[in-house]
């Protein structure tokens, strides 16, 4: 089989797109397309390939294939981001190659090739001055425009500036007195400035564009103005001088002192309002001076009739624009300060002097208390604060109500007596309780009674015991005689019943009821003291047996029953050692 080129050469990929930064060097390998382009022929030339010269918008000059058809694109123009030819072209590139087979029949493919060119910070960020100083009058108010400062980035694309002042520009009742757009870089006036305070700010002006930060340093003067007015001591006075004095003369020597933190010494003017009566009152000096003095310009004469008022009351203008005299018209802000000097005229001894009264003048402050709706929170609070008072007071009296009731009702019954009849103080003697109690035994062993040999069955755990036979029959022992065994005999305690006879016991256990059945506690009242009748054992003997079987029943135990004593005999001897713990039998009298 001979090959043939019947298969054309592919590659895996037909498109790329390539980010080359602006700075690269020439000469840079920026794609091998031999690892992406295969042919499946088996032999040469059938499965060899090349490549064409590319073309494509704005590939020519900038990128080629090196060496020549062999796939591999290399850099050999420039990307500068900022050139203006590559500006033009938007700086993407389209390149566009072939590759073919160098066997007939010549089969291609395109591969397209996509170049975008990534900026690169080449460029700082700098200001258009190295420094900026503006000027500001002191007058001007908040919202006037110092100045604007411009920070750029010669990169493309341009990115967003923006500015911020971080240092400088605090005044005495604001953190900073300047603000600072932070798109366009004006600077402009918070509050407005006082040359008197600070006659000069020094800022920091920080610009940064994500990329970049820089900083520039902006002193602003603030221009002086006359702003102040003019201060004096002392502001008012009072002057008493004689009828006679002459002209010329330093009234009592008083001289009028004078301070402007915006003017000079030199630019005060003095002048008198309309209470200088016949001008008797004149300043020396009275212009260039922050210092003078008053004297007395025309003497008084109230002879003629010319001078009529005793009494003058002078209100004393101080202006500070001394300086601009020279000038058709002042061009700056002229300020003015006033001093009250009140002055009496004394007359002689002989000159009749007509009294004016002066009149009486009374000041009236009148004060109201009104509901400020800033306040809304002080009768709400009180509110509140008058109803949780009351709620508790309120629980601490319905407890201290109830402390009160356990308290009384605890004292009452203590002292309280329950009402008691005559009859029945007379018997007081305690009952005497006598229970019964019926169980159900099993029966687990067996044994002979000695004195009858009858065989009886008895429990192991509770000692009860049975005949086994139930129509064995004992024939009752007759009591001894009084030579005998003394008896065992219940011995009461004072005022206590002792237990009942044989044939009341008797009685009891023929009214037992059924084994399953409880026996009921019975109390009964207790009768005067006398001697019980022996009985037997509850635990020890078996049935039917009495206290006559002396010889196998010894002295028991006494034990304590309603108020007197009991002396139960001992029990029979068990088989195998059997002590049983006083149960009772089936129809057995349990006392």
């Excluded at 240092?167 to 300047?178: K, R």
């Excluded at 600077?187 to 006082?194: E, N, Y």
């Excluded at 009275?286 to 009739?305: P, V």
């Excluded at 305690?430 to 169980?439: C, G, R, Y």
Aim: hydrophobic residues 35%; charged residues 20%.
């Amino acid at each position: 089989v001979e090959d043939i080129n019947d298969n054309p050469a592919t590659c895996s990929k037909t498109s790329f797109s390539i980010m080359v930064p602006e700075r690269a060097a020439k000469g840079t390998l920026l794609l091998d397309l031999n690892k992406f382009c295969f042919d499946d022929d088996s032999k040469a030339p059938n499965n060899q390939f090349n490549f064409t010269t590319p073309s494509g918008v704005g590939s020519s000059g900038r990128f080629s294939q090196d060496p020549a058809g062999s796939g591999k694109i290399v850099l050999i123009g420039d990307l500068d981001y900022e050139n203006s030819s590559n500006l033009a072209a938007g700086n993407k590139y389209t390149m566009i190659i072939q590759v073919q087979d160098i066997a007939l029949p010549y089969y291609k493919n395109n591969i397209y090739i996509y170049i975008f060119t990534k900026p690169e910070d080449e460029f700082p960020l700098a200001f258009d001055r190295p420094s900026y100083v503006f000027e500001v009058s002191e007058l001007r108010p908040a919202r006037t425009r110092v100045g604007l400062v411009r920070a750029t980035d010669q990169d493309f694309p341009q990115s967003r500036v923006v500015y911020s002042i971080s240092m400088g520009g605090a005044g005495l009742q604001y953190p900073n007195i300047f603000w600072i757009d932070p798109q366009t870089g004006e600077l402009q006036l918070v509050t407005r400035a006082d040359y008197e305070t600070t006659p000069s700010y020094i800022l920091r002006i920080q610009a940064t564009n994500g990329e970049d930060s820089n900083s520039v340093t902006v002193t602003v003067n603030i221009l002086e103005e006359n702003d102040e007015k003019p201060v004096c001591m002392p502001d008012s006075y009072f002057l008493a001088i004689p009828v006679d004095l002459k002209v010329g003369t330093n009234i009592q020597n008083f001289k009028l002192t004078c301070t402007d933190l915006d003017s000079s010494p030199r630019s005060f003017r003095y002048s008198m309002g309309p209470g200088n009566i016949n001008s008797h009152f004149a300043f020396s000096p009275n212009a260039g001076s922050n210092i003078t003095s008053l004297l007395l310009a025309t003497r008084f004469d109230y002879a003629s009739g010319l001078d009529k008022i005793w009494d003058y009351k002078l209100l004393v203008y101080v202006t500070d624009d001394n300086l601009l005299s020279g000038r058709k018209k002042a061009q700056a802000r002229v300020e003015t300060g006033t001093v009250t000097l009140s002055i009496s005229v004394i007359p002689h001894p002989t000159t009749a002097v007509t009294a004016t009264p002066r009149p009486r003048v009374i000041y009236q402050v009148l004060r109201k208390n009104v509901y400020s709706p800033s306040a809304w929170y002080v009768p709400f609070v009180i509110t509140l604060g008058s109803i949780l008072l009351l709620g508790l007071l309120g629980s601490l009296f319905v407890l201290l109500a109830k402390a009160i009731h356990r308290h009384c009702l605890r004292k009452t019954r203590k002292h309280r007596k329950l009402p008691v009849k005559k009859g029945e103080m007379k018997d007081t003697r305690p009952e005497v309780l006598v229970e019964t109690i019926q169980m159900n035994s099993v029966f687990d062993g067996e044994a002979i009674d000695p004195v009858t040999g009858a065989v009886y069955e008895f429990n192991s755990n509770t000692g009860a015991r049975k005949w086994k036979d139930p129509s064995t029959q004992m024939p009752r022992w007759k009591e001894p005689g009084t030579q005998g065994a003394a008896p065992n005999r219940v011995v009461a305690g004072e005022g206590a019943r002792p237990l009942r006879s044989t044939s009341e016991r008797h009685g009891l256990s023929s009214k037992a009821p059924a084994e399953d059945n409880p026996v009921p506690e019975t109390r009964m009242p207790s009768p005067a003291p006398q001697r019980a009748e022996t009985q037997p054992s509850r635990s020890g003997l078996p049935p039917n047996c009495t206290q006559e079987s002396k010889g196998y029943l010894g002295a028991g135990p006494t034990l304590q029953h309603g108020g007197g004593e009991l002396s139960v005999p001992g029990r029979l001897p068990l088989p195998n050692s059997h002590v049983g713990r006083g149960g009772s039998t089936r129809g057995e009298n349990m006392g």
